[in-house]
Each structure stands twice: as structure tokens, then as C-alpha cells.
């Protein structure tokens, strides 16, 4: 069992930064890909980005893709969303997903086994 904590959220003018964390605990860190997703109000939860066990395959959604970078640290056990020139859309709550299968990078969050309780990101314009 996995249980995952977001941190990180709070609230940022147009075109600021945050950096997102997930601290992860229980089960093998470094065996589970990860990701980030998150949802608007009245939206579907939706895919942002995911990172492989190693590191060395990352995914993005196009909308995010040039301005937000996924990475983690397997030995801290904590993955983080590095979110740059931000926008009013990216107003959301952010969640932290684990998968325990090391096959693709899915997009689909069924296809993920652990989720945290989210962080809301407010972006003013």
C-alpha cells in the first residue's frame, strides 16, 4: 500500500511559478511510476504529466508541455511538478497518482493504483 501527500499549492499571480511535491510512503517507491493530475471545478480529473521508475521517460499533456517539468527523487521517495509561467486554466486541484506497473506512461486514471488527497493551485489573471 502506497499513500501519497501533495504539497506545494497555494496561490500565484499569471506567468508565476510553484513547485509541486509528493511525498510517498509504504510499498517501493522506485518501482511505481508516477504522476500528476487535476481537476477544475466542473472539469474531469485530467492527466498533467508522468515520470517513469528510473526517471528517464517523462510524458506531458500538451497544455502544460514547455512550461512544466516532472521529476523525483526515489532515495527522498518524492516526486515534484515544477510548474512555470503559469495560467488562470491551470487553476485546479493537483493530485499525485502512483501505478505499480513499470509498462508505458498512461494517461488514463484508472490505469493508476494510489492517489493523495490533492493541492489547489489558484492562478489569478
Known amino acids: 500500500q502506497v499513500q501519497l501527500v501533495e504539497s506545494g499549492g497555494g496561490l500565484v499571480q499569471a506567468g508565476g511559478s510553484l513547485r509541486l511535491s509528493c511525498a510517498a510512503s509504504g510499498g517501493t517507491f522506485s518501482r511505481h511510476l508516477m504522476g500528476w493530475f487535476r481537476q477544475a471545478p466542473g472539469k474531469e480529473r485530467e492527466f498533467v504529466s508522468a515520470?517513469?521508475?528510473?526517471?528517464?521517460?517523462?510524458d506531458y499533456a500538451d497544455s502544460v508541455k514547455g512550461r512544466f517539468t516532472i521529476s523525483r527523487d526515489n532515495a527522498e521517495r518524492t516526486v515534484y511538478l515544477q510548474m512555470n509561467n503559469l495560467k488562470p486554466e491551470d487553476t485546479a486541484i493537483y493530485y499525485c497518482a502512483a501505478r505499480s506497473s513499470k509498462i508505458g506512461i498512461p494517461w488514463a486514471r484508472d490505469d493508476y493504483n494510489y492517489w493523495g488527497q490533492g493541492t489547489q493551485v489558484t492562478v489569478s489573471s
Open positions: 515520470i517513469s521508475w528510473g526517471g528517464g521517460a517523462t
